[in-house]
């Protein structure tokens, strides 16, 4: 792969996060009204013991599943668990490297 314009190489789990994400939340596409919510963060949840094992089955790099431990217990709606895996990534400068998530 190609140097980024900051000269880091995206790894080969660029998106793996993104892929974790939605295994965990299917598309809406089928149902605006769910869609709606979802966008509102109203939408299903998951709580973060499925998001570590998620994570866990995707077998992530160390340094992606230790962002996903650190998440803080609770439940999660796609928008809520997208902007901790952003701040965590973005906190790491690990953004041009694995990517971020949406």
Do not use: K
């Not at 190489?9 to 993104?18: I, N, T």
């Not at 650190?70 to 041009?96: E, K």
């Amino acid at each position: 792969m190609a140097p980024t314009a900051s000269g880091r190489e995206p790894s080969p789990y660029y998106g793996a996060l993104q892929d974790m994400v939605d295994s965990l939340f299917p598309a809406t596409d089928d149902d605006p009204a769910a869609a709606v919510l979802a966008q509102a963060g109203l939408g299903p949840q998951v709580r973060r013991l499925d998001i570590v094992m998620a994570a866990e089955a995707a077998d992530l790099p160390d340094e992606l599943r230790e962002v996903v431990n650190l998440l803080p217990p609770g439940d999660y709606t796609r928008q809520r668990l997208c902007v901790q895996l952003n701040s965590a990534i973005g906190g790491h400068a690990w953004g041009q490297v694995y990517g971020t998530v949406e």
